[in-house]
């Protein structure tokens, strides 16, 4: 049949650019002492704003994994199968330090560059990123029993992608998954009812229900059961050392709205054998660090979403025409374009604060593990929840093209509430600040420090400050204004880090809006006389 019309008006596939292109990322990697890695970020970069790339993360989403429970011939095997393009994704990841591998690396901001390669590798595909940020966060849990750490760590920082069932010390790499919750506590988990009773051998047999458990396809779980002196950490090896299966089982896979391409699971201990992590009875104590590393990550792929989703919409509205004009020439929509950019840019600054932040706190500053205790929290409740509405945002920047699958917004936009719940959602996160600032004053105090760095250069900045100070000091129901306290702490954070750092068009603009009430309830409602174009470009994706 011969065609009816020729195809134009139409954008050509984002391709070819370089994802580590962003001027908000890269001076922060300078700012916070991981400049030396900036040819690996880019490297990644490249490699993330291909076709290739691109093509492995919808064939990981549209492939999803499936529970493999008996072989053949009716031997349990426990087994999740993956696409190749799945592993692929992992084995980019793992080769190039994005899981554990900073632990392992004493120079000064190498958990900074371990979060900007995350941060850009998280933008072809959200989901892979799970397991590779609980195997991150799993080292500062393990190494509160020494003796346990000194034989996995290495595996675990090891940059070698070793899938498969076996022994975890047979293999050359290990990947970590975590099993905390069940099905009548859920963030609560002290309300888990998973038993443990020790063993021969030093060990522990645990018995008890999981109701998620992320990666279970790792080859160790971090879980938490109630032990004779209370809830306690633990160490679940997928296979023995004897090479035979322990005894876990894993019952289903979870049917989710998003993360399609990463298996969830409920597992089943059944005298499960156990290593002990930490002291007996303080499960929680031990695993604080462990949440602390897996909330620093949700703000990062939150921060990576927005990422991708501005660049796909200031790249449709660049190639794309409408009533006479380029949609990026078009004055409304360059407010909302200038508008996402905002958004994304403070998300961007704040991720790589908090990660410095961490780096620091790991090599022993105080001041800045003090920082973090609060900080981290007053991210992970704000950054993850602004994702969904900006990813609706930059769907709708391209129209009903957006709406069809195979642009990968929808993707985009299933993925965006996901990291809002994961390790605690809004309220828990909430309240975990106000447990912070009552227990730790000396991270109120360095919260607040922070803030004030940037005092005196924006009227609306200090108007702003004050106002939060009031808001510290008032305690009557605190509570139940939890989530506006919590709200004014993120965006005091972000303007602070953005007047500070950014050029001045994007810092008044996101001062103004945020700060100084000269905005809607919508993206696209910024005041007028904003610098659209300057704000734009930086949110522009860069040929590779």
Known sequence: MPPTHEVFNQPEP??????AADPALLSALEREEAGWAAAEVHELGRLAGTARAR??????????????????YGHRVDEVDFHPSWHVLMDTAVTRGLHAAPWSDD???????????????????????????????????????????????????ARTYDFGLRPPESKSGLLAGMSMTEKQGGSDVRANTTRAVPADGGGYRLTGHKWFTSAPMGDVFLTLAQAPEGLTCFLVPRVLEDGTRNALTIQRIKDKLGNRSNASAELE?????????????????????MVNGTRLDCVIGSAAGMRAGLVQAVHHACHRHAFGSALIDQPLMRNVLADLALESEAATA???????????????????????????????????????????????????????????????????????????SGNVAAL??????????????????????AEGADPRFDEALKGLLELLHDTEEIEFRARRLVESMALLLQASL??????????????????????????????RGTDTAAIIDRGSPKPA
């Open 14 to 19: 984002l391709e070819d650019f370089d994802a």
């Open 55 to 72: 093509s492995w993360g919808e064939q990981a989403n549209a492939n999803e994994p499936a529970l493999r429970t008996h072989d053949r």
């Open 107 to 157: 120079r000064a901001g190498a958990h900074v560059a371990r979060a900007a390669k995350f941060y850009t590798w998280s933008q072809v595909e959200n989901g892979h990123g799970c397991p590779i940020s609980m195997t991150y966060a799993a080292v500062p849990a393990l190494r509160h029993s020494p003796e346990l750490a000194a034989r996995l760590e290495p595996l675990l920082t």
């Open 269 to 289: 201990y059944d005298g499960a054998w156990a290593w002990l992590v930490g002291e007996p009875g303080r499960g929680v104590r031990t695993i604080i660090e």
């Open 350 to 424: 704040l991720m790589m604060r908090l990660a410095g932040a961490a780096d620091r706190a790991i090599r022993g500053d105080e001041g800045e593990a003090a920082f973090r205790r609060v900080a981290v929290a007053v991210g992970k409740f704000w950054v993850t929840k602004r994702l969904s509405p900006h990813s609706a945002e930059a769907l709708e920047c391209l129209g009903g093209n957006g709406y069809v699958e195979e642009s990968g917004m929808p993707r985009l936009f299933r993925e965006s509430p996901l990291n809002s719940i994961w390790e605690g």
């Open 432 to 453: 975990d600040v106000l447990r912070a600032l009552g227990r730790h004053p000396e991270g109120a105090e360095a919260f607040v420090a922070e803030l004030r760095r």
């Open 498 to 527: 953005l007047i500070r750092h950014s050029p001045g068009p994007v810092a008044d603009a996101f001062t103004g809006s945020r700060l100084g009430g000269d905005w809607g309830r919508v993206f696209g409602s910024l005041p």
